[in-house]
């Protein structure tokens, strides 16, 4: 990740947080276990164990990106963003907080 990139990511604080430069809250942040399918939600943050933090954001679901939960069925998710699906199980081990948008 370069300098200029606007999310921080730690070695020793695993979470992925944008830059203050473009936090904007107009509704209320929740986990994404939360909502129900068909909802579309941006990321606000992502906390937990640095590996799992990392290969999310390699598959590009990163703070600020915008998703569309097609499916929720018990502990997993079947999101969409962009041209990609990407099925998540959901663990203690980190929380994906985000907000709808609508």
């Known amino acids: 990740m370069s300098v200029s990139s606007p999310l921080f990511l730690s070695r020793k604080h695993a979470t992925l947080t944008p830059s203050p430069a473009i936090i904007h809250r107009p509704t209320p942040v929740q986990p994404i276990a939360n909502f129900a399918g068909g909802e579309h939600v941006r990321i606000v943050?992502?906390?937990?164990?640095?590996?799992?933090?990392?290969?999310?954001?390699a598959m590009g679901v990163f703070p600020g990106r915008e998703i569309h939960i097609?499916?929720?069925?018990?502990?997993?998710?079947?999101i969409k963003h962009g041209h990609m699906s990407l099925g998540i199980r959901l663990s203690p081990s980190f929380v994906i907080e985000a907000e709808e948008i609508g």
């Open 70 to 78: 097609l499916r929720k069925q018990g502990q997993s998710l079947l």
């Open 45 to 57: 943050t992502i906390n937990g164990d640095p590996l799992l933090c990392h290969r999310l954001h």
